[in-house]
């Protein structure tokens, strides 16, 4: 069986660790014999919807999104619309999720139209509140920073999102699943990611396939239905990706330690509080605030 | 010069009041062992004055340096401070680590007399490494007379968000300055070459010249490889590490600027050091860099362009180069029962990649231990490992362990870059360490690449049992100036 991979844009959009959604696809392929091949398709390049199965895009700045948003409209757009509704997969991760939604509008107010796979809209947080970002504290006041959890059906997803755009999925529009811990879609509702066909949009960084190796092999797989039919993949030994998934869950779900104290973020920690599994991981914010107070609600003003 | 805390009784009540929490707390810290105490005394300290930074500042006869930038700050920051010193400077810095805003508060006040009055020769300067987030805010408080950016590299995203931003708010804080200070900028950074555009104080560019650890393509871990100016693809000639090099934008013209102070004929010995010729206003000079890598090179070259800019004789940089020792944890060596190990903090992906060349140049296989923390200093994001070049790795280890908050995460990226699985995997750096340390053969070394707070726990249990001297100890050395 043969996969062929369309990374798009490997070099604008690929900058928190994206490349290793791309290696974990190639490897669990090559550990099964399928033979994965990976196109870049940067812009200027069209997109053959015959000649992908698997479409991958990274996050990226507001800058990098607004330098291929043009191209992804009028040069890819057609190609990839075609073959996701054919039923080739694809994975969109955080700046990349956003463009795939009908608009993004960026902390500056200016909106960028997007492909419109995911029935969506993304918003600024700084748009919504007219924010200036100005400063580090300023910027981190409108991010949704740190690790991810997510009920996926009967999986946990874990990664980090580092993100300042909200996105609200529109009625009927499926998501990928409801956030455990951290911020998802909009800090809201409760909701992350979203999914069309076997497209999966969402703000899991981390990467997003090595330590979540359900949700590499269910890409796969779908990539490989739409031209082999009816797929099996053979298992792995997926030990080191699950001890890998667990401690990162472990992580992402613990208290913050004495490292806040050392590190001049303030004189206080919270205290007198049992940590909950619905906790946000505190927010950078509180780095250069130094704010007691910052400390102790920054989680919960990310969701106001 | 009296630093009197301008008209009020008042604030001069609350300058006194914050020099006497701060030292008192810096007191306590130490008596407690908690650690140098750098940090909490100037949180506090500010936050009964927040002007403290200010005052105490103006008063520094020769004003302040503020070195800043992603990698290499706190190596320039020593060898300029070292040549300062030679030059008779009396140098205040602030130890490692303690870069941002409390930090030099506590830097500043342990001068200060009860009163609130700083309390320094007519020689004094300040030579402060600033935090990339922090430079803002410190540039503002403190109105350096120099700037020196070293580089700028993804790093930390959980804090810095997006690297455009950082370029962002330093052209800000720049373009603040007046015209009677200086920007030192790194001509070969795009990003940071680009900042000296449009500025009223004046600007000088240092670079590599040498043509021959031009190497072809960039790196993954490229961040700039477009025009800053116009946004379109830059052309590089040249690349010498990440998106470090010679560039032109064939769109818009805009190029790498002429550097006035360069290095050239540059030759690397392995971890023992490098040689190079450097280029200055004031002629050419042979530097002899005790600190290994290229990228060591280019600190000492930044360095050299500060201090000329200070109106530091070369000759004085020349020396302070030559007897630069690895700062907290940069190449630091340590022996255990005889054992020998080097460590190399690690915090991003051209760090991480510029390490691993270091460690593998040459020939033959090393023992490598690599540590991966999650905290919040080490950036709570750890994507970054998939943007370094492990790969390097392949068939050129004879021991490979990993360890840390996020060792398995380490595991994991090994398993992708088709290595064998690791020798030895614990959550606990220390007890990682120290088996690590213990299963190296006599005469071979143990390398240990590692995040900032593995590293200070790490080095906590060195210092405990006796195997380094404490990092605040190795500050005051350092600080002894060699007649």
């Known amino acids: 069986m043969r996969l062929i991979v369309g990374y798009l844009y490997p070099s604008v959009m690929s900058q928190y660790g994206d490349r290793g959604n791309v290696l974990t696809v190639i490897r669990r392929c090559a550990w099964r014999g399928i033979s994965a091949e990976v196109t870049g398709l940067d812009v200027g390049d069209r997109v053959d919807p015959d000649r992908v199965d698997l479409v991958l895009i990274g996050g990226g700045a507001d800058s990098h999104q607004r330098l291929v948003c043009e191209d992804l409209l009028r040069v890819k757009g057609e190609g990839i619309r075609r073959a996701i509704d054919e039923g080739a997969a694809a994975l969109a991760v955080c700046a990349g999720y956003q463009l795939w939604g009908h608009y993004y509008r960026t902390a500056t107010g200016e909106e960028l139209r997007g492909l419109g796979v995911f029935d969506a809209h993304t918003v600024h947080r700084a ?21 991810l959890v997510v009920q996926w059906g009967t999986t946990v997803l874990v990664g980090f999102e580092n993100h300042g755009g909200r996105t609200y999925l529109h009625s009927g529009a499926q998501p990928l699943g409801r956030v455990q811990a951290g911020g998802g879609n909009n800090s809201e509702d409760g909701l992350e990611g979203c999914v ?23 890409l796969i797989a779908a990539a490989l239905r739409r031209r082999y039919g009816d797929v099996t993949l053979p298992p792995l030994d997926d030990d080191p990706e699950l001890t890998a998934h667990e401690q990162a869950l472990g992580r992402a779900l613990a208290r913050p330690g004495r490292w806040r104290l050392r590190w001049g973020e303030g004189v206080a920690l919270p205290r007198g509080r049992a940590p909950r599994a619905r906790d946000t991981p505190p927010h950078p914010s509180w780095f250069f605030a130094g704010n007691p107070v910052c400390l102790l609600t920054a989680g919960e003003s990310e969701a106001a | 010069m009296p630093s009197t805390p301008a008209g009020r009784p008042g604030a001069l009540a609350a300058r006194a009041a914050a020099v006497g929490a701060g030292k008192t707390a810096r007191a306590l810290s130490r008596a407690l062992h908690r650690g140098g105490g750098t940090t909490l005394p100037g949180h506090i300290a500010q936050r009964i004055d927040p002007g403290l930074v200010t005052g105490l500042s103006r008063a520094l006869p020769n004003g302040c340096v503020l070195v800043t930038g992603t990698n290499g700050k706190t190596t320039t920051t020593r060898i300029l401070a070292g040549a300062a010193r030679r030059a008779g400077l009396a140098v205040i810095t602030n130890p490692e680590g303690s870069n941002l805003l409390p930090g030099i508060a506590t830097s500043l006040l342990v001068h200060a007399t009860a009163l609130g009055r700083l309390d320094v020769p007519g020689s004094a300067i300040g030579i402060f490494e600033v935090d990339e987030g922090a430079f803002p805010a410190a540039a503002e408080a403190l109105s350096p007379r120099l700037v020196v950016v070293t580089n700028l590299f993804r790093d930390q995203l959980d804090r810095y968000f997006e690297v455009d931003f950082v370029a962002r708010l330093w052209q800000r804080a720049l373009r603040r300055l007046p015209a009677s ?26 670079g590599l010249d040498d043509r021959q650890w031009g190497r072809p393509g960039l790196e993954h871990a490229a961040d700039s490889r477009r025009c800053p100016r116009c946004g379109r693809d830059l052309l590089y000639e040249l690349s010498f590490y990440a998106h470090l090099g010679h560039y032109a934008c064939k769109e818009c013209g805009w190029r790498r600027p002429d550097p006035r102070f360069a290095a050239w004929k540059v030759e690397v010995d392995g971890l023992d050091g490098s040689r190079a010729h450097i280029t200055t206003p004031a002629g050419n000079r042979a530097f002899q860099v005790s600190l290994a890598g290229l990228y060591n090179t280019c600190n000492a070259l930044a360095a050299a362009a500060g201090a000329s800019c200070l109106g530091v004789e070369p000759d004085l940089v020349q020396e302070a180069a030559h007897g630069a020792v690895g700062a907290f944890g940069r190449c630091e060596r340590v022996s255990v029962g005889g054992r020998q190990a080097l460590i190399l903090l690690v915090k991003n992906p051209s760090g991480f990649n510029e390490g691993l060349r270091l460690v593998l140049s040459g020939s033959g296989t090393r023992r490598l231990l690599i540590g991966l923390n999650d905290n919040g200093p080490d950036g709570r994001d750890v994507s970054w490992i998939w943007d370094a070049d492990v790969e390097r790795c392949r068939g050129r280890t004879s021991f490979l362990g990993v360890c840390g908050q996020r060792a398995r995460d380490l595991a994991l990226r090994l398993k992708y870059a088709e290595l064998p699985s690791p020798d030895l995997a614990d959550d606990d750096v220390v007890r990682a360490f120290f088996s690590a340390v213990g299963r190296t053969p006599p005469g071979e070394t143990l390398y240990v690449l590692i995040t900032y707070t593995a590293m200070w726990s790490l080095r906590r249990e060195l210092v405990r049992r006796g195997h380094v001297a404490p990092f605040w100890q190795q500050v005051r050395a350092g600080e002894a100036v060699p007649a």
């Open chain 1, 196 to 218: 069309h066909g076997n497209a999966i949009g969402t703000y899991l960084h981390g990467p997003a396939l090595p330590k979540n190796p359900a949700l590499a092999d269910h």
């Open chain 2, 181 to 206: 200070a200086t920007v030192v900028l790194n001509a070969d950074d795009p990003a940071v070459a680009y900042l000296g555009e449009g500025l009223r104080a004046s600007v000088a560019h240092f």
């Open chain 1, 127 to 147: 748009a919504q509140t007219g924010t200036r970002l100005d400063t580090i504290t300023r910027a981190g006041s409108v991010r949704a920073v740190g690790n």
